[in-house]
């Protein structure tokens, strides 16, 4: 898909495996997941283990995080009096653990981006989640919502990556604009050699576009009667779209979005001082903190005189397996993670990634301020990713449509196109 960032989350580890998924579970061949977004902990790597059959209990994660966990859940499991076993999947971890489950060889616990619940509740292979009664004093509440499907809690959120305007001050005067256009004036008189490093590409980004889109009035689901998002009531083609892809075509026209930015190099343009300003998320940190760049770090603004700029928010978190063979194992285990920020703060030291937790956020807000304001401005201005599996039908037409948008194409016309294509798919 066209999603390129750096997730730290693995906002999508599935890609063209969620057809896989679909068809291992359920009928509807039309459920890919928003999988494909980044990817970046999910690459490379041999096949799944097959669950060690020794343990007490079994969690499988992608690198990053398998690393973070070892420690802490092997502390856990002493002072329990359990043998914990932390195994790595490289490649395809949703596609694997799927699988696996239905084998009846899979982990107890999972680590996972908050998109993939649909596809996972849609192939039984997670099983609902008590949380604390206190949940909501001591977690963000964007998390939280992240981890209800159907109304159903489904796990226990770890940490949250979203979009967030990163300003280079010595090319801008305005590091933290209120409006978009103020953004474009001041990047404009600032002299760079961009305005804005905004991931386009030839082929489109709708992640990367979705504060813009959403700012200009476009949605991609409505929400039923419950708030559950609905995939009859698609927003692409309609027209708050079409007034997104009008804004599109102006910035096009202007030079300020240009499809020559990518994923592969919207940040180096940015700490290489070639532009003004960066829409990115966490991911961007430690490359900007590398160049040592004088940064302000702030909510991306919206339309002067329009909607909020609404980007995405992506939340981590652990699953429990259906069927995995210590399920009371998993679920004390979940229950103590969620209980406290112990485990959250001893895989920070080993893999730095915005917490959800409220209290670790304020602790770190001196040590890692950026960290813990990319949580804060998730919890303030970001939606949660849909997890419906519809939202794989979205991210290809959508992003194509608005590359070509900014590259002249009739902003009504293309966004009808896109939201057909789209129906087509998910009707």
């Known amino acids: 898909m066209l ?3 750096k997730s730290f989350l693995a906002l999508g580890a599935a890609g063209a495996s969620a057809a896989l998924l679909s068809a291992c579970g359920s009928s509807d061949s039309d459920s890919s997941n928003a999988s494909d ?4 902990s999910d690459g490379g790597g041999d096949a799944a283990p097959q669950a060690d059959a020794s343990a007490d209990l079994v969690i499988w994660a992608d690198e990053a995080k ?3 966990l070892k420690e802490p859940t092997e502390k856990w499991g002493t002072d329990n009096g359990l043998k914990v076993a932390v195994q790595t999947v490289a490649n395809d971890l949703q596609t694997s653990f799927v699988t696996a489950n239905q084998a009846g060889n899979g982990p107890d616990i999972v680590m996972g981006a908050h998109d993939w619940i649909g596809n996972l509740v849609q192939n039984g292979a997670i099983s609902t989640v ?3 009664a206190d949940a909501e004093d001591t977690t963000l509440s964007v998390a939280l919502d992240a981890m209800q499907y159907n109304g159903q809690t489904y796990g226990v959120p770890y940490a949250v990556e979203t979009l967030v305007l990163f300003a280079n001050k010595k090319l801008t005067n305005v590091p933290e604009p209120s409006t978009f256009e103020e953004l474009v004036e001041a990047g404009t008189a600032g002299g760079a050699d961009n305005v804005l490093s905004l991931p386009v590409g ?3 980004d709708a992640y990367h576009m979705e504060p813009l889109y959403t700012s200009a009035g476009g949605y991609l689901f409505g929400k039923d009667s419950e708030g559950a998002y609905d995939p009859k009531d698609l927003g692409v083609g309609k027209e708050g779209s079409i007034a997104a892809g009008e804004k599109m075509k102006e910035l096009g026209k202007k030079g300020v979005l240009k499809t020559s930015i990518t994923g592969d190099n919207a940040i180096s343009l940015f700490t290489d001082g070639k532009s003004a300003y960066l829409i990115s998320g966490p991911w961007a940190i430690a490359d900007i903190k590398k160049a040592k760049i004088d940064v302000a770090l702030s909510a991306v603004p919206g339309f002067e005189g329009m909607d909020k700029a609404v980007p995405f928010a992506g939340v981590n978190g652990f699953y429990a397996a259906a069927n995995g063979k210590n399920a009371g194992n998993a679920q004390t285990f979940l229950a103590d993670v969620a209980g406290t920020a112990d485990l959250a703060k001893a895989m920070f030291a ?3 990634l915005p917490p959800v937790n409220k209290d670790l956020q304020k602790e770190l807000a001196s040590d890692h301020p950026e960290m813990a ?6 919890e303030k201005n970001a939606d949660p990713m ?9 991210w290809k037409p959508l992003g194509q449509a608005q590359a070509n948008i900014i590259g002249g194409a009739d902003p009504k016309s293309t966004m009808e196109s896109a939201g057909k294509q789209i129906s087509s798919k998910v009707s």
């Not at 849909?386 to 979205?394: F, K």
């Open 3 to 5: 999603i390129r960032r």
């Open 37 to 40: 977004a980044g990817a970046a």
């Open 66 to 68: 398998a690393t973070a």
């Open 130 to 132: 008590q949380l604390p």
């Open 202 to 204: 030839e082929e489109g």
């Open 350 to 352: 080993k893999n730095e």
């Open 373 to 378: 304001k990319v949580a804060g401005l998730a």
């Open 386 to 394: 849909p997890a419906i599996p519809a939202m794989g039908e979205v």
